[in-house]
C-alpha cells in the first residue's frame, strides 16, 4: 500500500518561502505521477503542479514562476518549493501520486491521483 507523508508547511509572511516534502513509502510502481493540490475550507481541492516520470511539469497559472515542483528519488520524496508567497496561497496542501500509464520517454499520466497524503497547513499572513 502506498502512504504518502508530507511535512514542511507552517506560517510565513507575504513574500516568504516554504519547502514542502513529501517522503512516499510502500511504492511497487516502477513509474509514477506526482502532484501537489491545495484546498481551502469550502472549495474544491485544486492542482497546484505536477511532475511525470519523465520530468515534465505543470502548473497552475496562479503559481507560475513562484512554486516549482521536484524529486528526489533516492529518497523517494517530493517536493514543492513556494516562493513569493501570498496571502491567497494559504490552505491545506496535499501530495498525491498515480502510476504512470505510460512508457520510457512517453508518459501518460490521467490526471487522476489514487493516493493522497493526510496534509500540511501553509498560512500567509500579509
Known amino acids: 500500500q502506498v502512504q504518502l507523508v508530507e511535512s514542511g508547511g507552517g506560517s510565513v509572511q507575504s513574500g516568504g518561502s516554504l519547502r514542502l516534502s513529501c517522503t512516499v513509502s510502500?511504492?511497487?510502481?516502477?513509474?509514477?505521477?506526482m502532484a501537489w493540490f491545495h484546498q481551502v475550507p469550502g472549495k474544491e481541492r485544486e492542482g497546484v503542479a505536477s511532475?511525470?516520470?519523465?520530468?515534465?511539469?505543470s502548473y497552475a497559472d496562479s503559481v507560475k514562476g513562484r512554486f516549482a515542483i521536484f524529486q528526489d528519488n533516492a529518497k523517494n520524496t517530493l517536493y514543492l518549493q513556494m516562493n513569493s508567497l501570498k496571502p491567497e496561497d494559504t490552505a491545506m496542501y496535499y501530495c498525491?501520486?498515480?502510476?504512470?500509464?505510460?512508457?520510457?520517454?512517453?508518459?501518460?499520466?490521467?490526471?487522476?491521483?489514487?493516493?493522497w497524503g493526510q496534509g500540511t497547513q501553509v498560512t500567509v499572513s500579509s
Open positions: 510502500g511504492n511497487r510502481y516502477s513509474r509514477l505521477c
Open positions: 498525491a501520486v498515480d502510476r504512470d500509464r505510460g512508457t520510457y520517454g512517453r508518459s501518460y499520466c490521467r490526471g487522476a491521483y489514487d493516493y
Open positions: 511532475i511525470d516520470s519523465d520530468g515534465n511539469t
